[in-house]
T-cell receptor
């Protein structure tokens, strides 16, 4: 158990809908990362927050947004969902801002858009 | 831009034989390098990392990795493979410089299959 908790584990929704994925980082970790894993794109970095502030951005679509709350949990909001958004979404956390600290991953949320 | 390449989609090895999973990287500065493993329907688990110092890094489950700066490689190795090592392995890199030090960029993954 990595200590990173993601909910829900599975989500099935229709095209055009909006969903929210939730992540609770390991106790004491200030950085939260979001990744998308799909069969054809591999593991894609979406966004990173550190202590409530956005720190790095990857190939995150404009339909997607995230935030980190004062209690350090994070939410990833996906809107106007398309079939191609079906993927496994991972959250990870690390103690530091980045650099030499490893990230610990949750078990992911499997999103299926039908 | 920083990137990681894992040239092999799949590596097959017999149980008891040594295994190598290849990784090469490209960064503008000096790298921090990581290996992760993913078992079916699970998240990624951290195996080991190279930060500085000794080029041979030892990690979890008997894995080790060798950092080679001249070849920009960070290959994962294990002297004797187990069937239970069968999984998806990811190499990842962070650049040490500027904003790139925040991003952890992953390779495409290599599926390791260990035959009994």
């Amino acid at each position: 158990d990595s200590g990173v908790t993601q909910t829900p584990k599975h989500l099935i929704t229709a095209t055009g809908q909006r969903v929210t994925l939730r992540c609770s980082p390991r106790s004491g970790d200030l950085s939260v990362y979001w990744y998308q894993q799909s069969l054809d794109q591999g593991l894609q970095f979406l966004i990173q927050y550190y202590n409530g502030e956005e720190r790095a951005k990857g190939n995150i679509l404009e339909r997607f947004s995230a935030q980190q709350f004062p209690d350090l949990h994070s939410e990833l909001n996906l809107s106007s969902l398309e079939l191609g958004d079906s993927a496994l979404y991972f959250c990870a956390s690390s103690a530091g801002l980045g650099g030499n600290t490893e990230a610990f991953f949750g078990q992911g949320t499997r999103l299926t858009v039908v | 831009a920083q990137s990681v390449a894992q040239p092999e989609d799949q590596v097959n090895v017999a149980e008891g034989n040594p295994l190598t999973v290849k990784c090469t990287y490209s960064v503008s500065g000096n790298p921090y390098l990581f290996w992760y493993v993913q078992y079916p329907n699970r998240g990624l688990q951290f195996l080991l990392k190279y930060i500085t110092g000794d080029n041979l890094v030892k990690g979890s489950y008997g894995f080790e990795a060798e950092f080679n700066k001249s070849q920009t490689s960070f290959h994962l190795k294990k002297p004797s493979a187990l069937v239970s090592d069968s999984a998806l392995y990811f190499c990842a890199v962070r650049d040490r410089s500027g904003d790139s030090s925040y991003k952890l960029i992953f390779g495409s993954g290599t599926r390791l299959l260990v035959r009994p």
